[in-house]
Nanobody, 123 residues
Framework: QVQLVESGGGLVQAGGSLRLSCVASGRTGSSYRMGWFRQPPGKEREFVAAFSWTGSTYYADSVKGRFTISRDNAKNTVYLQMNSLKPEDTAVYYC?????????????????WGQGTQVTVSL
C-alpha cells in the first residue's frame, strides 16, 4: 500500500557528498516513521539513520557526524545527506517505513522498503 522510490545514488570520490531522496506514495500518513539502511557488498543489511517516535534523529556510529536524515512532509519525501563519504560507505541504500512503537534500528520492524539505490565511493 505504501510505495517508496529512491533516487540520488551514484559514484562519488572519497570526501565527496551525495543526497539520497525517497518519495513515498500510496496510503502514507504521519503515523509512519522513516529510516535508512544500507547493505555493503557481500554483507548484511545495517542500520544507518532513522526518525524516532517523537521525530528525533538517530544514527549509526559509523555515519554520525557525516550523514543527516531529514524530511519534507509536504512532498512526502525523506532525505539522507551524506558528506565526507568514505569507501566503506559503498553499499546499496534503502529507505523504509515503519509504524511508531517499533525499534528504529531493527530492519525487521519496517513494513515498506524502497528498491534500493547504489552508492559507490571510490578512492
Amino acid at each position: 500500500q505504501v510505495q517508496l522510490v529512491e533516487s540520488g545514488g551514484g559514484l562519488v570520490q572519497a570526501g565527496g557528498s551525495l543526497r539520497l531522496s525517497c518519495v513515498a506514495s500510496g496510503r502514507t500518513g504521519s503515523s509512519y516513521r522513516m529510516g535508512w539502511f544500507r547493505q555493503p557488498p557481500g554483507k548484511e543489511r545495517e542500520f544507518v539513520a532513522a526518525f524516532s517516535w517523537t521525530g528525533s534523529t538517530y544514527y549509526a556510529d559509523s555515519v554520525k557526524g557525516r550523514f543527516t536524515i531529514s524530511r519534507d512532509n509536504a512532498k512526502n519525501t525523506v532525505y539522507l545527506q551524506m558528506n565526507s563519504l568514505k569507501p566503506e560507505d559503498t553499499a546499496v541504500y534503502y529507505c523504509a517505513a515503519r509504524l511508531p512503537g517499533r525499534s528504529y534500528y531493527r530492519d525487521d520492524n519496517y513494513d515498506y522498503w524502497g528498491q534500493g539505490t547504489q552508492v559507490t565511493v571510490s578512492l
